[in-house]
């Protein structure tokens, strides 16, 4: 069984950044493609980026392109998201998740049923 846990959320004011992580822990998952997504309330759960294991594949959504960016420490078992020029419509639970492995980013990574493995989520709440 593979662990997923997130952590760096925060309250930030408009503007501000954050850097969110989630280290995985069990099964190796340094093969498989990982993402973020998020939750707001009300809302359904969105991709906001995703990457396969060489980074040769990278996804952002529109609204956080050239804000957002996505890397993964392999040999650590980590992903991370940096988030700059934060706005009030960033705000959300932020969740990590990885595909088993051996199984690639082929596809896309929009869909939440593609991802086995989430993590218990990181509040980011972005005050305007």
């Known amino acids: 069984q593979v662990r997923l846990v997130e952590s760096g959320g925060g309250s930030v004011q408009a503007g501000g950044s954050l850097r969110l992580s989630c280290v995985a822990s069990?099964?190796?998952?340094?093969?498989?493609?990982m993402a973020w997504f998020r939750q707001a309330p009300g809302n359904e759960r969105e991709v906001v980026a995703g990457m396969s294991m060489g980074g040769s594949f990278t996804y952002y959504t529109d609204p956080v392109k050239g804000r957002f960016t996505i890397a993964r420490a392999n040999a650590m078992n980590t992903l991370y998201l940096q988030m700059n020029s934060l706005k009030s419509e960033d705000t959300a639970m932020y969740y990590c998740?990885?595909?088993?492995?051996?199984?690639?980013?082929?596809?896309?990574?929009?869909?939440?049923?593609?991802?086995?493995?989430w993590g218990q989520g990181t509040q980011v709440t972005v005050s305007s």
């Open positions: 998740a990885a595909r088993p492995s051996g199984y690639s980013c082929g596809g896309g990574v929009r869909d939440v049923s593609d991802f086995h493995y």
């Open positions: 069990g099964k190796p998952i340094n093969s498989a493609c």
